[in-house]
């Protein structure tokens, strides 16, 4: 298993063994929302679909850069596709920075493979790698490996 393999992996241990929760103020997501906050309107008439890049979404949400780089992580992106297809929302994959390194990785961003009929899909690599010899084609590169619709560029 190559470095990144083992550096994906650990990140997916960190978050399965590891207390990762936050310990100051929460977003209040983890509540139920009181369904009648907005008595005067019926949830059936409550409409939250969207277009996005020109794509169709059931609602403005996107499972946000993820994972992937690793066998395992892969397994993970294929499942969130899955979830994201079945529900009508997009999906950002992690970082494929390892695709350049290592195309055999691929697969294991390949979401749409895994969920053809994902409404959207964004590509992802670190705003950062323009520094180190990635380019526009690199960049292109990466989100036709995959099938995507469009890039996002991370900042850590």
Do not use: W
């Not at 550096?7 to 139920?32: I, M, Y």
């Not at 950002?92 to 390949?110: E, H, K």
């Not at 992802?124 to 619709?149: I, K, M, R, T, W």
Request: glycine share 10%; aromatic share 4%.
């Amino acid at each position: 298993m190559a470095d990144s393999e083992r550096r994906k992996d650990h990140h997916l241990d960190l978050c399965l063994e590891e207390d990762v929760g936050s310990s100051g103020v929460a977003t209040g997501l983890g509540r139920r929302l009181e369904f009648d906050a907005l008595p005067e309107i019926d949830l059936e008439d409550v409409d939250l679909s969207c277009t996005l890049l020109g794509k169709e979404l059931k609602a403005p949400i996107i499972i946000g850069a993820m994972t992937g780089g690793s066998a395992r992580a892969g397994a993970i992106n294929q499942v969130l596709a899955r979830a994201a297809a079945r529900v009508g929302v997009g999906m950002a994959l992690g970082s494929q920075r390892s695709m350049l390194v290592d195309p055999s990785l691929t697969d294991s961003f390949d979401a749409k493979k895994a969920a053809p009929q994902l409404p959207l899909l964004f590509g992802n690599v670190g705003a950062v790698q323009f520094n180190y010899g990635v380019g526009p084609e690199d960049v292109a590169h990466l989100v036709e490996s995959v099938n995507a619709d469009a890039i996002n560029l991370h900042l850590n």
